[in-house]
């Protein structure tokens, strides 16, 4: 398809030719995609043919929308996505040019699923794993871009050619070690950098973690309910798990003191924000209480405060209120961008951190320089923040949806949060409620996947599983798909299995 570029006319008599600006308007006839990636492709086509040369300037955005009949967000997010292939530049009180790169530098296009508009029927929406949901922000992405470019200026081509200096790079550089301390400080005020670990993520965290507090056969409580990547370290080390019973408001500490009397655990693993899978928030009081009881026994506590940034009124960390004790965990992976993997821990004191320093070594050597350099740039540059702020909105755009689609009953969810916790009606068991949003194109993750199971050696329950699945509204790429997604799960909520097609 060829773009319509006419002729000049008369001066004056279009305002994007009096501003030098190319009277261009794409053919979309016959593209079979959304509307911005064929004004994106259009772009391209128009470059590689020769209508379109560097330097020439753009219609203006708005100019193109009127033209085309479009709004302006379409043209908007089309611009963004041809600055991202290299083929616009933007340059301030200029308009938008094609860029001198334009044509030198192949497209890679985006991943097909990572840019749908909608869900193809033969599509999963693979819910198994809680991620944040991708913003609709094509600006920011562009602004992701070039970060990446300028944190790779930081690094010393020679140093990726050798091993890391072992004395230092396990705990991190001391740069990557203020931004964490920076990054941490809205949830812990004011911290000294010497206390901080920096990792390759939170399951290297978590490792290095009852590695150095807990041996073979050792026990460690956690909540009855938690997150699947701790139950299999800890089983990778040999340790005995004890579940503690929870209650709406997440942990129960009378529950703790029991557990801590009977078994004299090494440790206590808990997420007291957004809890994974139940979405519960523990009150202060309840945190002050497990503090007291851990202090009490000489328990350390490991709190993995992973979404503890996306409430902006989330209680103070556990190690807030007793940094004597806790061993603070939290990361950019659910807030920022799942693809760095990386994890800042702060230690009670700088002892405990050289040791955790020592533990990460023997099992991960040290934390990759590349991504560790973008992570610091971004909070830096104030990029962090400005994910962390698309992220909870498109997070608060999407609870909204489940609150408007699926009953009130049913579901358990934080505003500001990307999972909820769906509890069933009686009719269904969760096994079934899966399999039939399996054979609906989507896969979630039942309550026994974060159960600690009695049925396996070594390993404590605290209750039977419940009847219950975590939906995970990140999962779906565009909110088109997480409507969607939802109205899969509100049509099968209403039915029965039997009239859901489910043979029993």
């Known amino acids: 398809m060829q773009s319509d570029i006419p002729p000049p006319t008369a001066e004056g008599s279009d305002p994007a030719e ?54 302006l967000t379409t043209v908007s997010r089309a611009y963004g996505e041809a600055r991202r292939r290299g083929l616009l530049d933007a340059r301030v009180g200029q308009s938008t040019f094609i860029s001198t790169r334009a044509g030198r530098t192949p497209h890679i296009p985006l991943p097909t699923a990572a840019r749908r508009e909608s869900t193809a029927p033969s599509a999963i929406i693979d819910m198994t794993m809680n991620q944040p949901p991708l913003p609709d922000a094509p600006e920011l992405l562009d602004r992701v871009r070039q970060g990446l470019a300028q944190a790779m200026e930081r690094i010393d081509p020679q140093s990726l050619l050798r091993y890391p200096d072992t004395a230092t790079a396990a705990g991190g550089l001391e740069e990557d070690r203020a931004a964490g301390a920076h990054w941490l400080s809205r949830r812990l005020g004011a911290i000294d950098a010497g206390r901080l670990v920096v990792c390759p993520g939170t399951q290297s965290a978590l490792l290095a973690l009852l590695s150095m507090l807990a041996r073979p056969g050792d026990t460690v409580c956690t909540e009855a309910l938690t997150y699947p990547g701790f139950k299999a370290i800890a089983g990778q080390l040999g340790l005995r798990v004890v579940g503690v019973a929870m209650d709406g408001n997440g942990l129960d500490p009378d529950a703790l003191r029991a557990a801590v009397e009977t078994h004299a655990p090494k440790a206590l693993y808990c997420t007291p924000t957004l809890h994974n899978p139940t979405t519960a928030t523990l009150p202060t009081d309840r945190r002050a209480a497990i503090a007291a009881i851990a202090r009490e026994h000489g328990i350390p506590v490991i709190e993995d405060d992973i979404y503890g940034v996306l409430p902006q009124d989330a209680p103070p960390p556990i190690a807030a209120l007793a940094p004597d004790i806790a061993f603070h965990v939290t990361g950019l992976a659910k807030c920022v961008a799942p693809g760095l993997r990386i994890t800042y821990v702060a230690a009670p004191d700088a002892r405990q951190a050289m040791r955790l320093a020592a533990a990460q070594r023997a099992t991960m050597l040290g934390t990759p320089p590349i991504p560790a350099a973008v992570a610091t740039r971004w909070i830096a540059d104030g990029t962090a923040d400005a994910l962390l702020a698309a992220i909870r909105a498109e997070a608060t755009i999407r609870q909204r949806m489940a609150r408007d689609l699926l009953p009130s009953s049913a579901m358990t969810a934080h505003p500001e949060g990307f999972h909820l916790w769906l509890g069933l009606p009686p009719a269904w068991t969760r096994g079934e409620f899966a399999a039939h949003l399996r054979s609906r194109g989507i896969a979630a993750a039942v309550s026994d996947t974060f159960l600690i199971p009695g049925h396996i050696p070594g390993l404590t329950a605290a209750g039977p599983a419940p009847e219950a699945l975590r939906i995970c509204l990140g999962a779906p790429v565009t909110r088109a798909d997480c409507r969607h997604m939802l109205e899969i799960l509100t049509d099968t909520l209403e039915q029965s299995p039997a009239m859901a097609g489910i043979v029993i």
């Open 18 to 71: 009096q501003s030098g600006a190319v009277i261009w308007k794409p053919d979309l006839a016959n593209r079979n995609k959304p509307v911005y990636l064929a004004i994106a492709d259009a772009i391209a086509d128009d470059v590689r043919s020769g209508r379109l040369a560097a330097g020439h300037r753009m219609p203006p955005q708005r100019a193109l929308a009127d033209r085309l009949g479009l709004d």
